[in-house]
C-alpha cells in the first residue's frame, strides 16, 4: 500500500509539473488556456480537502505543517497516507 501511495503521490507531482510549467511556457492553442483552467480546479479541490480534513480533524490528531501542505499538493493521496501514519 505504501508504493502505491508513492507511486499516486509521484504521479500528482508530474500533474503539478506540467501546471506549473505551463504558467512559465505556455502551452499552444487551447491547451494552455485547458490548463489554467486545470490548475484553477486542481487547487481549488485540494484546498478544500485541506479545509476540510484540517477543520474535522485539526484538534484531534498532531500533524506537521508538510502534512498540511502535502494535503494540498497531493489531496486524496496524502490524506491515506496521514491516515496509515496515525492509525497504525
Request: hydrophobic residues 65%.
Amino acid at each position: 500500500m505504501k508504493a502505491l501511495i508513492w507511486l499516486a503521490k509521484a504521479a500528482i507531482g508530474f500533474v503539478w509539473f506540467i501546471l506549473i510549467l505551463n504558467f512559465f511556457t505556455p502551452f499552444p492553442g487551447k491547451a494552455a488556456i485547458a490548463l489554467y483552467i486545470m490548475s484553477a480546479f486542481l487547487l481549488m479541490m485540494h484546498g478544500l480537502q485541506m479545509a476540510i480534513f484540517i477543520g474535522a480533524f485539526g484538534d484531534k490528531i498532531k500533524m506537521s505543517s508538510w502534512e498540511k501542505w502535502s494535503i494540498l499538493i497531493f489531496g486524496i493521496f496524502a490524506l491515506l497516507d496521514i491516515r496509515r501514519k496515525h492509525m497504525s
